[in-house]
């Protein structure tokens, strides 16, 4: 029985890339068909992801000249990560692999990912061997974030973006993850079972522009702090502790003044220790309301409590 592979590729606006992404894909899934790597039926899933530009009709017209070419097309622009899972959960295959329109993957190493698949691996990354390809801004930035992330007890592969293989083991799996924000990075190593990585080097991007201007890099960056740790809460916790900690000591001081000297003005003690005692008060109660609302959130996300891998 030979492997059903299906490619998954989120496209946003990528009427320049595409017939390009498209006709090397199609090289390449003919060789590994021609080697018996993969089978006849596999496939290349184009997921349009409420494109404003002529992306879907291109994908259309691809479709009509390869028939290995298919597409989905969302309903409106709903976002990279959820356009990804959208292809992951619907297309058949034993195997899929998810990988970026724009060629900036390395579609060289699908071979490579395949035979780990063959290992015994359910899931496959892709791991960048460097930063070359990216502004020093953004490599320093990831960089940091990554160590931010770990910090928070976010377990995250690092310099892996969304190009992976996974089985449709893994992906069964992936289906019992209900979170609306969605971070493929995070929730992913949540999953276990057996995995492996491949190294590439990633291309500047083919054609056309980015689709993460800055403010959705923060948004996604944003996503994969909150959605996987409540840490930051913690924090307000701490915060609210010090600061009713310090008013107490600038009552006490304030009283002593009051008490013990004449340098005291009228009326001020009375107003500047209830300020601070209430605003460190007030800080706290924030806190604590935010722990019970972090165990809300968890719950209404209703992730799987354990994953079965085997039973006797
Ligand atoms: N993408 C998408 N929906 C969006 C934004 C991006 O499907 O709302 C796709 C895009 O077409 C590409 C992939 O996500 O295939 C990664 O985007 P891009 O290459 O612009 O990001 P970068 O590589 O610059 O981080
Ligand atoms: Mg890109």
């Known amino acids: 029985m030979m492997t059903e592979l299906s490619l998954v590729i989120p496209s946003y606006n990528e009427e320049a890339v595409l017939p390009e992404t498209a006709s090397r894909l199609v090289l390449l899934l003919k060789r590994l068909i021609a080697d018996h790597m993969i089978s006849a039926d596999s496939r290349i899933y184009f997921v349009d992801d409420g494109s404003r530009d002529r992306t879907w ?145 990633r291309h500047p991007r083919f054609a056309g522009q980015t689709k993460y201007p800055l403010h959705r890099m923060i948004a996604l960056a944003f996503d994969g702090i909150t959605s996987f740790s409540s840490v930051p809460l913690k924090w307000i916790t701490w915060l609210g502790g010090l600061i009713s900690f310090a008013a107490m000591l600038t009552g006490a001081w304030a009283l002593i003044i009051k008490l013990f000297t004449d340098a005291a003005i009228p009326g001020w003690t009375s107003i500047v220790v209830p300020v601070y005692f209430l605003g460190g008060l007030q800080m706290l109660s924030l806190g604590i309301i935010g722990g019970y609302l972090a165990k809300i959130y968890s719950e209404t996300k209703h992730r799987p409590r354990f994953i079965i891998e085997k039973t006797l």
């Open 57 to 201: 009709e291109l994908i259309e017209t691809l479709h009509a000249s390869h028939d290995m070419i298919r597409g989905i097309k969302l309903s409106r622009n709903h976002g990279h990560q959820n356009a990804l899972l959208a292809g992951l959960l619907t297309v058949p295959g034993d195997v899929v692999i998810s990988l970026d329109a724009d060629l900036q993957d390395d579609i060289e190493v699908i071979p490579a990912m395949l035979a780990e698949h063959r290992n015994g691996a359910e899931i496959v990354y892709g791991v960048r061997k460097s930063r070359a390809s990216d502004s020093l801004f953004k490599a320093y930035t990831a960089r940091k974030y990554y160590q931010v992330l770990r910090y928070f007890g976010v377990e995250i592969v690092p310099d892996h973006a969304d190009y992976r293989l996974m089985s449709r083991r893994a992906l069964i799996e992936l289906g019992n993850f209900h979170e609306v924000n969605l971070f493929l990075r995070g929730v992913i190593p949540l999953l276990g079972f057996k995995t492996a990585k491949t190294y590439y080097e």
